[in-house]
């Protein structure tokens, strides 16, 4: 079963930029449909970002379209977020995540945001604090 684990998180200024990466560890990586979630404090844990496992398919938020790229690199078995344009309500831990039953696929199909019920694997997550 793969592991996960998240770096780049940071303190930034508003309109400043971070590239958040997630590697796996063990067997199959480019098996796993990968998403992105965050969880600001006080607030649920609220999906961010997916990729399929191909890399040929992606997904956003609404909130962070055209400022966020997702990108996945079986080779060396990570993904990663850019994050630009940030802003105060980007705050919050990012927690890379894996789907290796094809949920999120699913998610996609039926015309609906892939939820964390939909993934089972998570990583420890990565502090991202916005603010002047």
């Known amino acids: 079963q793969v592991q996960l684990r998240e770096s780049g998180g940071g303190s930034v200024e508003p309109g400043g930029s971070l590239r958040l990466s997630c590697v796996g560890s063990g067997r199959n990586f480019s098996d796993y449909n990968m998403g992105w979630f965050r969880q600001a404090p006080g607030k649920e844990r609220e999906f961010v970002s997916v990729i399929s496992w191909r890399g040929t398919t992606t997904r956003y938020a609404d909130s962070v379209k055209g400022r966020f790229a997702i990108s996945k690199n079986n080779g060396k078995n990570a993904v990663y977020l850019q994050m630009n344009s940030l802003t105060p309500e980007d705050t919050g831990i990012y927690y890379c995540?894996?789907?290796?039953?094809?949920?999120?696929?699913?998610?996609?199909?039926?015309?609906?945001?892939?939820?964390?019920?939909?993934?089972?694997?998570w990583g420890q997550g990565t502090q991202v604090t916005v603010s002047s």
């Open positions: 995540a894996a789907d290796g039953f094809g949920r999120t696929a699913q998610a996609i199909s039926q015309g609906r945001i892939p939820g964390v019920s939909d993934y089972d694997i």
